[in-house]
């Protein structure tokens, strides 16, 4: 089933992160995916957003024109790619730094979380808020399960950073609660 996810914030967010694990996970259940960085000029305070497509059959291009899903770490991502989404997608947004009001569409699923607190709460560190945004947007999509997001971690994360998956697991255990029934 096709399925593309544009994320985006600024950088130091953690986005090619959770981009670059999305399509690890993917590959973990044996789909074809791509995944396309995009980054703005700056190292940190720039912007950063990537592009995931996810496919059982051959993906033809990697680039996503209308998405049908967003994950939104700062206005400024909101305000350029909410109009460009297909009607009927899903956006996780981070109301923590984004009030939903911002958003100027009502034919999406907005699913604006405290990216910060659930973070904080469910891992006892705020700067996994990348990882609560990809547990949600993987329970709300079904696009992979969230054990393969977790088995992903020692793929995509540097070896020198591995004791850092527990921690990992939970943010990305804590996003997929958030949005559940």
Do not use: W
């Not at 100027?104 to 659930?118: F, G, H, Q």
């Not at 921690?167 to 609660?177: D, F, P």
């Amino acid at each position: 089933m096709y399925n593309d996810v544009i994320m985006a914030g600024f950088g130091g967010q953690g986005i090619m992160l959770i981009g670059n694990l999305l399509a690890y996970a993917a590959i973990e259940e044996d789909k074809n995916v791509t995944f396309l960085p995009s980054y703005g000029v700056e190292m940190r305070g720039g912007t950063a957003n990537c592009a995931v497509v996810i496919d059982e059959k051959p993906i033809g291009s990697p680039i996503v024109g209308r998405p049908l899903s967003l994950i939104i770490m700062n206005r400024p991502s909101l305000i350029k790619f909410e109009p460009r989404m297909k009607p009927g997608g899903v956006v996780i947004l981070n109301k923590t730094l984004v009030s939903p009001d911002v958003s100027e569409r009502d034919d999406i699923d907005l699913v604006a979380l405290d990216l910060n607190a659930i973070s904080a709460a469910g891992a006892g560190n705020v700067r996994l808020a990348n990882m609560v945004a990809l547990g949600a947007y993987v329970e709300k999509s079904g696009v992979v399960a969230v054990d393969s997001v977790v088995a992903a971690l020692k793929h995509a994360l540097n070896p020198r950073y591995h004791k850092m998956i527990p921690a990992n697991r939970k943010a990305l255990e804590a996003g997929a609660a958030a949005v559940k029934g």
